[in-house]
Structures are given as structure tokens and as C-alpha cells.
């Protein structure tokens, strides 16, 4: 199956403090992402660290992830999602704002989904409209 990159960048007036915290704390990406119903991770971890395991549930949809990598000074960190044989790899990115359109300081969050093509394609609007929720109040 041919491979595809789907970059989406999307900007909002939360401070990237918060915007990270949302990404740092699996038990909260439900609450920005409603296509996730639910997260359970392998063991305690309460924050996302490299090789972090488990599963995300989307309706009767139950995809295996590892975080590959986190850089939580930079605000950067990375997954892989599986469900069968069809894998993504998701980049992450949240950086401080201090003009996006009209707004005066806020977040700038990046993603960066890699993986079958028309599966990239088909997440991207789904991606898109979580991050809008992500980096807002």
C-alpha cells in the first residue's frame, strides 16, 4: 500500500503549557480528542515517556500504541498507532504563539501523520478537528 505524510498545524489561545499537560497525560486526551473513548495504558504511568504502552478505543475500533519518543522541554513527542497490520506514526509538536492570525499569544500545535495514504488521509480531518479542541479554553 502506498505511504503517505499529512502535515496539519493549527493554532489557538491556550498558553502551550496547558496544550503539553493535554498531551502529557494520557487519562486526558478523551477530553480534547472525542474520537478517543478511551485510554489504558500498560502499567501506572500517569504521563507519556518513551516506550509507553497500550491501547486507545474509538467506538468498537482498538488500536495498540507505543510512544516512541517525548521531549518535554521542547514540547515534542511521538507515537506509533496499530490496528492489524495497518500502522501510524504521529509526530507531535506544541510551541508558544505570539501572533497566529489575530491573536496576540497563545499555542501553535503540529502533526505530522505518516502511514498508509489513504489512511493519513482519512485521519487528517479527524486529527485537525481534535487539535482545534486541544488549544482552545
Known sequence: MRRG???LAVGGP???GLAWERYARPERWSSWARHIDRVD???DEPRIR???TGHVASGPLRARFRVDAV???ARTWTWTVRVGPLRLRLAHEVVAATQIGTLQTGTLTRLV???PLPVTMAY???AAFA???LVRR
Open 131 to 133: 487539535l482545534q479542541r
Open 5 to 7: 505524510r499529512m502535515h
Open 124 to 126: 487528517a480531518p479527524i
Open 71 to 73: 521531549d518535554e522541554a
Open 50 to 52: 518513551p516506550g509507553l
Open 113 to 115: 501523520i505518516a502511514g
Open 41 to 43: 495504558v500498560d502499567g
Open 14 to 16: 491556550i498558553d502551550p
